[in-house]
């Protein structure tokens, strides 16, 4: 099996590179010095702990990038719905427009509607497009799907940024977003290989509903975070 010429080993061991590059660049990171206390003491409470809503927003974050395998598996199955390898360089191009609109939509609805509603609506709109795009055969709607699929990554990626932020004091947002994205990180890095092992030994079926019932728990993970809780 290959995607424009690269085994599918391969792209699954490409696909893990970022991942481990991330996660060693954090390994790297120190606390920084505090033998010098800072201009505004932050108090010892809140020092030791994250909130209970804030980590449960991890859970979720990791969740859900668990089941969100590199979009070359995407690509390959359009490939496989019989799209030429020219217009998947198309749409991959496209893609990456309607994400940005997406990222556009979701900052703007977020701002209005709260972080908890945007984001369950994000998880439960990706589930649905990465069973569909498991289950249909159709070039033209897969093509129509790859596209909203665009927009709903794009909703949630400034959604969960904007809500780590929310869930964190002031004292203790470089932290926050550090376990963030470390959590991203740790994410990503097995996401890829179970969604190529499941694709080569029980077929895309089962790698793109395993995908999409992974969002579903980030989204029932989400309904018990109390979105104006703060650290």
Known sequence: ??????????????AAVPSVVVIAIISTLKEPDKSVAPIEEIPPAK???????????????????LGN??????????????????????????????KIGGAWIGGRTSDRIGRKALMFSGLGLYALMYAVFGLLTS????????????????????????????????????SAFGFYHASKGFGAL????????????????????TGAGLALVAAGIVVFIRAKDKV
């Open 69 to 98: 395998s590199t979009d070359a598996f995407l690509l390959m199955r359009l490939l496989h719905a019989g799209v030429s390898s020219h217009y998947v360089a198309l749409l991959w191009g496209l893609h990456h427009i309607f």
């Open 1 to 14: 099996m290959k995607i424009m010429g690269i085994p599918i080993r391969q792209v699954i061991l490409f």
């Open 190 to 209: 097995p996401a890829s290989f179970l969604f190529g092992f499941l694709w080569q030994h029980y077929g895309h079926y089962a790698a793109f509903l």
């Open 47 to 65: 020092q030791h702990a994250l909130s209970r809503d804030y980590r449960l927003l991890l859970a979720a974050v990791f969740v859900f990038t």
């Open 139 to 174: 070039s033209t709607y897969l093509i129509a799907v790859f596209i909203v699929y665009g927009i709903s990554i794009g909703i949630l990626e400034p959604t969960e940024r904007a809500w780590v932020s929310e869930l964190s004091t002031v004292g203790r947002r470089g």
